[in-house]
């Protein structure tokens, strides 16, 4: 199938996938279960698991300090605690940062799984009470995760030969901006 462009499209998106999903309406409900930018690719589950699954990992890019620069701590490239938030509410998690590319990315291990992560969600790093800054979770996570688990490969299978349980791309098409002169 093929898609209207990545940025129409949410991680754990049901409602209008369009044509791309009509063919395989008998094995839906179908979601989106990550997007791939690097190849213009949208991948949709029929089960919801694989986008809500608790996770302790997770990587976040764009990261802004509040200082302009990651705390000297946290610039060794090792593992450091930290505080963060992830969504609203006063829930705080316990978490192990790995800081890379001059404080732009890091890693993130969380003490506990949680739930509902998704790609475009905003992370705030705290120090106690002190927030230090804050980053989007990257859309690698889901992708790497597939990746490390063996279902990316299996993702590349046609919907009606792949697993149940496997994200499926359904379109990879190009994308221009601009004409063509």
């Known amino acids: 199938g093929a898609h209207k462009g990545l940025w129409f499209h949410t991680v754990g998106q049901r409602k209008g996938l369009g044509q791309a999903t009509a063919k395989f309406t008998h094995l839906g409900p179908w979601f989106v279960a990550a997007k791939d930018p690097r190849t213009n690719t949208l991948y949709v589950s029929n089960q919801y698991d694989v986008i809500d699954a608790p996770r302790k ?5 764009a990261i802004n300090w509040i200082t302009g620069q990651p705390p000297s701590r946290l610039s060794s490239g090792e593992d450091q ?3 963060l938030k992830v969504r609203h509410g006063a829930n705080m998690h316990h978490a192990l940062i790995q800081v890379r590319e001059n404080g732009s990315r890091a890693s993130i291990e969380l003490e506990q799984k949680d739930s509902g992560l998704a790609a475009g969600q905003w992370a705030a790093l705290y120090e106690g009470e002190v927030c230090l800054g804050g980053g989007m979770i990257a859309e690698s996570t889901f992708l ?7 279902m990316h490969q299996q ?3 046609t919907a009606s030969s792949a697993p149940r349980n496997a994200p499926t791309p359904v379109a990879s098409m190009d994308v221009h901006f601009g004409s063509d002169s």
């Open 57 to 61: 990992r997770f990587e976040i890019e």
């Open 81 to 83: 605690p930290i505080d």
């Open 144 to 150: 790497d995760s597939w990746s490390n688990e063996g």
């Open 155 to 157: 993702a590349h299978q």
